[in-house]
């Protein structure tokens, strides 16, 4: 009895480990890595994915950067070439990931520190720690300055909830729909507009009749004497001038005379000097 709660708890026990075991295998093998074609550009992934530079892609400016430290023969122990063979060896070297939005960015500092720690221990830094940590600081400094990428999400799509603060946008306020009118207008009274049926003499009475007359058009006005229903439509424009009241400035009659007297004394005057001068 013991023996076979003994085997229950192993088999109970083992199953659960290849279920957590299988769980953890199987969240490990869903990233994958990305290999950059340099460490400049860009790079497509997916979430999560991690980002890597090929170790060949950076080691020229390993190379350039050693160089700066190196004393000539390699009497201080730096060996530019030396080191940029071991960063060739090192292969990938993550650099970040794939982040969780449309776009990101891997910087310069990034691919720099990811290479100042594959040669942190390698030989060809220098002789003393003082001389290594400058010779790392060179190559992190030439491959900050000449790296960085952008990196894009394929697979990212952009959320659709509402914002964490619960305001609910206002709905968008659409133009009213012009929808056919079942409304019946009631008829229009056209009794007192002219009117004349072809082939048909109308009299003007009827056609203007006297008890309606039509809007804007004058009364017409019935003259005194004038026979019983014969009315004497008188023209429009017809009108009295009105006499205007004297004038301050309006020359008078002796002003005029005066002026007729002045003209014939200078006539005489004028006839009787070109006489003078003839004889």
Known sequence: MNLFRTTRRVLVAGALAVMFGGAVFTG???????LAQGCTGSVVGNI????AVQGKDVADLVRAGAKEQEIF??????NPDGLADTITKAGALPVGSVPNAANGSITGDNVATAVADALKNADGLGFSADQRQKTLNSISTKVAGNCGMTVYA???SSPTTLPSSGAVPPPATTLPTSS???????PRDYGNIPAAVPGVAVSPGARYPTSAPIAGLPTPEV?????TGQ?????AGEADAIAAPPSSGTVQLPMLLAVVALAGVSAALVRTWV???LS
Request: hydrophobic residues 30%; aromatic residues 2%.
């Open 73 to 78: 023969l390699h009497l201080n122990g730096v």
């Open 180 to 186: 056919p009118s079942t409304a019946i207008a009631p």
């Open 28 to 34: 490990t093998a869903s990233a994958s890595t990305v």
């Open 154 to 156: 394929g697979n990212y």
């Open 223 to 227: 003259l005194p004497g004038s026979p």
């Open 275 to 277: 006489l003078r001068k």
């Open 48 to 51: 999560g994915d991690e980002i």
């Open 231 to 235: 009315t004497d439509v008188r023209n």
